[in-house]
């Protein structure tokens, strides 16, 4: 059985500093491993996914994950964060071996202030 | 293209009573899912569907029931609400096997958030 962590239930930067959202993985084989952001009233929206080439994965709105297999991790990173970054982000992981679902973390909450 | 829908917004439901959740999806997507989305537990799959006319259990499926007549829609059931079923319900849909490799995320609708009272 795939399972993903987020040690951090909140993150809290300035606006201009950088920014990682935590995501450790377990799954038996190799991992698909996602990340998606929430913001207020939404549903969640695709921000970036590993699924096989380069550790560093780059998404939407300027955000990246950096894939690490040794340490089972796949953390969340942004260079510069905007007050508009402030949202619920999730990290999920999908079994090769276990095509139809994704396991969710329970989330971490982005507060970027000006 | 206004990919994945949900009906309705907003519910009340006095325990006991019963209501279908629809999802619809306009991107020919295989495999679709609902999630209840609860405060420091993340997205929990309820039931999944991985073609029409095929349903399945996910993690949390007691007290819910779906039905997949047509590939676009994707029903829940509550047969008779109980408050610990106060939520907010996400559908998702993906590409499923048929799409190319990298095509494994899922599209998510805006959600129902319903009240068990």
């Known amino acids: 059985a795939q399972s993903v962590a987020q040690p951090e239930d909140q993150v809290n930067v300035a606006e201009g500093n950088p920014l990682t959202v935590k995501c450790t993985y377990s799954?038996?084989?190799?991992?698909?491993l996602f990340w998606y952001v929430q913001y207020p009233n939404r549903g969640l929206q695709f921000l970036l996914k590993?699924?096989?080439?380069?550790?560093l994965v780059k998404g939407s709105y300027g955000f990246e994950a950096e894939f690490n297999k040794s340490q089972t991790s796949f953390h969340l990173k942004k260079p510069s964060a905007l007050v508009s970054d402030s949202a619920l982000y999730f990290c999920a992981v999908r079994d090769i071996r276990d095509d139809y679902k994704l396991s969710f973390g329970a989330g971490t909450t982005v507060t970027v202030r000006a | 293209n206004a990919g994945v829908t949900q009906t309705p917004k907003f519910r009340v439901l006095k325990t006991g009573q019963s209501m279908t959740l629809l999802c619809a999806q306009d991107?020919?997507?295989?495999?679709m899912y609902w999630y209840r989305q609860d405060p420091g537990m993340g997205l929990r799959l309820i039931h999944y569907s991985v073609g029409e006319g095929t349903t399945a259990k996910g993690e949390v499926p007691d007290g819910y029931n779906v039905s997949r007549l047509k590939k676009q829609n994707f029903l829940l059931g509550l047969e008779s609400a109980a408050p610990s079923q106060t939520s907010v319900y996400f559908c998702?849909?993906?590409?499923?096997?048929?799409?190319?490799?990298?095509?494994?995320?899922?599209?998510f609708g805006p959600g129902t958030r319903l009240t068990v009272t």
């Open positions: 991107m020919n997507h295989e495999y």
């Open positions: 799954v038996s084989g190799n991992p698909y």
């Open positions: 590993y699924i096989t080439g380069d550790n």
């Open positions: 998702a849909s993906s590409v499923g096997l048929a799409g190319p490799s990298s095509s494994y995320e899922q599209y």
